[in-house]
């Protein structure tokens, strides 16, 4: 076994009740620790490859460059347990974060298949049937025949002795939706199900990620655009304002110092969630044919400027979606359908019993996680009572690649274990 697992095993015999996450402040944990891999030993280097299945048989024009799923495998060569990892908000399976993940369950003797979110630019295109994401039993009906066919395309080139199922932040949220699904189905039959910083109401979440750069910026498009012009400064490379081309994981790396304010953290943070949301809108938007920032004479097609028609959408936020494409657009199909209704869809409640009881599902959150309010964070230990660990810091992500959480990680997927000292 690699030189990572001998580290994990020492880690978790000598384990004590003190808990050194360096990071005090949720808003420094959640810009520097997300993004940076804190855990000794990680190899540099797997052997990562790319795919891509065709799902849909035809996408708009203008988003040639993701008409075909894509996902990534890192297989090891003898036969191993096999682990699905689902992306957070809005990522895609190449983010910095899902390559943290790859090399970590590598090294702990996994094969990984990356799968990109329900709400990211490349997911939506490609995989998403309805194209307006936010409703966690539809999404992840998605999500779940997406893995299926990316298995399938690749089940002759790795050796699979038993399936498992993570994700982070929404992924991790999805991770238990799809678990529950498979559970009838039973084509994977999950061994265990690892849930890390889970959202439990999305929508709640997502206006409160939205406040902390409307708190900022007081929603002015123009100061948005200053602040993205920020980041981009802080890159060497020409990314002239392409905003679409920015992601959560390309924002927190540039502006990871701890010269920020506290005011100041909150609106990269948000605006790390509000480049998700400008994808959201407009793809959705395309996609499901809503004309909201689009009309129907015009004509968009591989050479339209995705930055005009992105400058469009005006920063607009995930509320805004919600209340100009994904409710209307749900209520064409259901005339009873509310937005009482959308709420309920968009909340870990939807398997409630299941994850009650399901002894295989586990899950770890942070008592300063930014997406949980107090409600959310009783009702995760209420349902998951001793197959959680809530650590006292972290933010959100923050600590999800530091030494010690993922030593608690590891031998709970390897060993159904989850020692919780604290």
């Given at each position: 076994m690699k030189k990572i697992i001998v580290f994990i095993m020492f880690l978790i015999s000598s384990y004590t009740f003190s808990y050194n996450f360096p990071m005090k402040d949720p808003y420094t944990a959640t810009i520097i620790g997300s993004s940076t891999l804190m855990t000794p030993n990680v190899s540099e280097k797997v052997p990562?490859?790319?795919?891509?299945?065709?799902?849909?048989?035809?996408?708009?024009?203008?988003?040639?460059?993701?008409?075909?799923?894509?996902?990534?495998?890192?297989?090891?060569?003898?036969?191993?347990?096999l682990i699905f990892v689902l992306a957070g908000t809005g990522s895609d399976y190449k983010s910095i974060r899902m390559q943290y993940m790859e090399r970590i369950l590598y090294d702990a003797g996994f094969s990984v298949i990356s799968i990109s979110s329900p709400m990211s630019a490349q997911f939506l295109i490609s995989a998403s049937k309805e194209a307006a994401p936010g409703l966690l039993m539809n999404d992840n009906k998605d999500t779940y025949e997406a893995m299926k066919l990316a298995y399938e395309k690749i089940k002759d080139k790795v050796k699979v002795s038993e399936f498992y199922l993570m994700g982070y932040s929404l992924g991790a949220t999805n991770s238990a939706v799809v678990s529950y699904i498979d559970e009838n189905e039973k084509y994977f039959n999950f061994k265990r199900v690892f849930m890390l910083n889970p959202a439990v109401d999305l929508y709640a979440s997502?206006?409160?990620?939205?406040?902390?750069?409307?708190?900022?910026?007081?929603?002015?498009?123009?100061?948005?655009?200053?602040?993205?012009?920020?980041?981009?400064?802080?890159?060497?490379?020409?990314?002239?304002?392409?905003y679409s081309s920015i992601d959560s994981e390309t924002i927190y790396k540039m502006v990871s110092s701890d010269f920020l304010t506290e005011k100041e953290k909150k609106a990269f943070i948000g605006l790390a969630f509000r480049i998700t949301s400008v994808d959201l809108n407009f793809i959705s938007d395309v996609m499901t044919k809503s004309y909201v920032y689009t009309n129907e004479n015009e004509k968009l097609d591989k050479y339209s400027s995705l930055f005009k028609n992105f400058k469009r959408v005006n920063f607009a936020n995930f509320e805004n979606y919600v209340d100009r494409i994904g409710l209307p657009y749900y209520s064409k199909i259901d005339s009873s359908f509310s937005m009482k209704k959308l709420a309920k869809e968009a909340n870990l409640r939807i398997v409630d019993d299941y994850i009650r009881n399901s002894s295989k599902i586990v899950a770890v959150t942070n008592a300063d996680e930014l997406i949980l309010s107090n409600e959310d964070l009783s009702y995760l230990k209420d349902t998951f009572k001793d197959r959680i660990i809530v650590y006292p810091i972290?933010?959100?992500?923050?600590?999800?690649?530091?030494?010690?959480?993922?030593?608690?990680?590891?031998n709970y997927l390897k060993n159904g274990v989850l020692q919780n000292e604290k």
């Open positions: 990562t490859k790319v795919y891509d299945i065709k799902i849909k048989e035809k996408v708009p024009e203008i988003f040639w460059y993701a008409e075909n799923f894509k996902f990534s495998l890192t297989a090891q060569k003898e036969e191993a347990p997502s206006k409160k990620l939205d406040a902390y750069l409307d708190e900022y910026t007081g929603g002015d498009p123009l100061k948005i655009e200053s602040l993205i012009e920020n980041v981009l400064n802080r890159m060497k490379n020409n990314m002239k304002n392409e972290g933010g959100h992500c923050g600590n999800m690649f530091y030494y010690e959480n993922v030593a608690i990680m590891i």
